[in-house]
Each structure stands twice: as structure tokens, then as C-alpha cells.
């Protein structure tokens, strides 16, 4: 089973998690279904004392702490919610040792739109490819010099190390690892249960440009419309 860990950093953006969550829950769901053992092994993991909230918002899954953490075979970092990224990652230095000594282990990480902050704090992304939030790259170039910032790009991946833009191209940066990590059919009978295009591997990823997005807002209004019509027809 993969062993697949989900940070849950100070100011993560619940979104973020609950997106990871619900693909990775859905693809485990897609194994059951089919007689097998679900493919991955999902844990949750802080570097605090877990608060109320925190149990709350995921009380389906044991909190553990990084500090005990066994060795994970892929790791994502959510989004921040704050606006105040350096706030954010001040907040979150107790991280930055654990994802280095999971990398070093031979784990992947993945991260979500400014989740990037966090990675580029490790050094790990020093000299390597990098995306983020198109409304964040100005500040990750200032924060992280080094790093090759590819702000038109919506996913990068590079030895080990994967990020994303915001939005959708979360889910973009999933389907990868999951073709990666499950096979072609699982990540395009992904792609088809969240109504996601099946872009391909993260090479044919990389050429994709933020001008999807714009592609997208005319595209979708007319697939809203002609969905509809089918629902009309076939719901009296």
C-alpha cells in the first residue's frame, strides 16, 4: 500500500486538504469496488499539538504527529489561507526538517499553490523548477532566487518534487501521480468522476500555459448549457 501523508500546516487552506482528500478517497473507493485493497494508505500528520479544530474538521482520520511519522512514500503540502505567506512560513519552520528527512528517505512531495513557499523553504527546489499561485509568483521569485519560477506553467515536477498553480491545476498535479503511481486507466477514471480533461503526463502538462484557464471560462457556460439539456431530457 502507498503510504500517502497530508501536512496540515498552520493556515492551511481547508479547500486544499479536503480536494487532496476527496480524489485520493475516491481512488481508494475505485479499488474496493473492484474486489482489491485500496491502493493508498492516507494519513494526516502535524508539528503541533493538534487543537480542537483540527479534530473536528477531519475526525474520520487519527492526527499524528511529523515528529513520529514513519516513512511516507508521498507527501502533500496544502495551500495557505493567509495572504501573509512569510507569516505562513515562519509559523511553519518546524516542517521544513521533517520534509527533509522524508525526501532524503526517498519519499516524493507534492504541493499545492503556495504550499510551494513551504517546499522552497526546505532548499530542496534550489536549481529545479517551480510553479505557484500566478498571484503569488512575484513574491516566490523575491523569497526564493534560486529556484527556477516557471509561472506560466501549471504543474512542474522535478526529481521527486511536484508543484502547482492554484485552482484546478491542483487536480492536474493528482492525476499526474495518479497515473504515476496507479496506471492510465485510474487516473482518467479520476479525471471523468471530478469532470476533469485528461491531459496526459506531466510533459504534456508542462506545455499547458494559464491560458487554459481562459480557454476554460468560454468552454464551460456552453458545456453547462448542453449538460443541462441532457438532464432536461432525461429527468421529466
Avoid at 493538534?50 to 511516507?72: C, H, L, M, V
Wanted: aromatic share 10%; net charge positive; glycine share 6%.
Amino acid at each position: 500500500m502507498i503510504q500517502l501523508g497530508i501536512l496540515l500546516t498552520n493556515r492551511y487552506r481547508l479547500l486544499s486538504v479536503a480536494a487532496i482528500l476527496d480524489v485520493f478517497e475516491s481512488v481508494n473507493r475505485f479499488y474496493v469496488n473492484d474486489g482489491k485493497a485500496p491502493a493508498f494508505d492516507i494519513s494526516l500528520f502535524s508539528a503541533d499539538v493538534i487543537d480542537q479544530q483540527k479534530a473536528i474538521e477531519f475526525n474520520s482520520y487519527q492526527i499524528q504527529q511529523t515528529d513520529t511519522a514513519a516513512k511516507q512514500d508521498l507527501i502533500f503540502i496544502p495551500a495557505f489561507v493567509s495572504a501573509d505567506i512569510g507569516l505562513a512560513i515562519r509559523e511553519n519552520q518546524k516542517y521544513i526538517p521533517r520534509l527533509q528527512q522524508q525526501f532524503k528517505a526517498g519519499a516524493e512531495l507534492a504541493c499545492v499553490c503556495t504550499g510551494a513557499f513551504l517546499l522552497g523553504a526546505t532548499g530542496l527546489l534550489n536549481g529545479r523548477p517551480a510553479t505557484t499561485h500566478v498571484d503569488a509568483c512575484k513574491q516566490f521569485a523575491s523569497a526564493f532566487p534560486t529556484v527556477k519560477l516557471q509561472e506560466d506553467k501549471v504543474v512542474t515536477g522535478d526529481g521527486g518534487l511536484y508543484t502547482s498553480g492554484g485552482s484546478t491545476s491542483s487536480f492536474h498535479l493528482m492525476l499526474h501521480l495518479l497515473q504515476k503511481y496507479c496506471g492510465k486507466d485510474i487516473a482518467v477514471r479520476t479525471a471523468k468522476l471530478f469532470l476533469l480533461i485528461w491531459i496526459g503526463s506531466i510533459k504534456h502538462i508542462s506545455v499547458l500555459s494559464r491560458h487554459y484557464s481562459s480557454i476554460m471560462m468560454n468552454w464551460l457556460p456552453w458545456h453547462k448549457e448542453v449538460l443541462k439539456a441532457h438532464i432536461t431530457a432525461l429527468v421529466p
